[in-house]
């Protein structure tokens, strides 16, 4: 099993972003292909890492080809590596997302990129209703030391039905709720980085467990499981 991020896949990528054409890809075929095997490898070890603390279900790890049918990019290739791991569902929400990208680009995400409507829509009633819980994690020391505060999109006022002078409004008026750390190209093929990463998995904790009590229950406490 390969436990850190081969040392080749950076300068692999830097020449792919170079050279994004099929010819030169297929070209490199086999060199690509040997890489992208031990990137599985290392992303399904931090899976099993993740298992001694979570409920991993599935580690994925996406395709290096791009969809361009919608896209004005067309670009055939991506010149990153990206995965996710999903918890086990229903009962717990929130995801993980690690993406390796050249030139200090790398990093690792966690929270819920888009809520659904209803899940949107209960957090932000339980914010309104009190957010006393939700301050005390962002609050706390180590986890704000890895994680900082959320980051991604937020509506300008406040959501209809809501009042836009809540105290809470900061939190309610969020569209998404996630965290980001990012890593230089050297600490990425650092031998402990995985361990770094789990690490900081670890920490995310207090808030997926806080989260996933919210979405599954109704706003009298009482289990939508």
Known sequence: ????????????????????NRDWFNEHKPEFKGIEAKVKEAYNH???????????????????????????????????FGGAFHRKKPELRGGYYLHIQPNNESFIATGFWEPNKDDLFRIRKEFEMDDSEMREILENKSFNSIWGGFVGDELK?????????????????KKQYIFIKKYTDVAVVSDDFLDQVNEAFVQIRPFFDYMSDVLTTNLNGETLL
């Open 1 to 20: 099993m390969h436990t850190s991020i081969p040392k080749e896949t950076l300068p692999f990528l830097i020449r792919l972003s170079k050279n994004n």
């Open 157 to 173: 006022t406040a959501p209809k039905g809501f009042d836009k002078t809540h105290p809470a409004i900061d939190l309610i008026r």
């Open 46 to 80: 931090l899976g099993s890492l993740m298992s001694l603390h979570d409920q991993i279900e599935k580690v994925k790890v996406f395709r290096i080809y791009r969809d361009v049918r919608f896209s004005k990019n067309k670009l055939p290739y991506k010149t990153h």
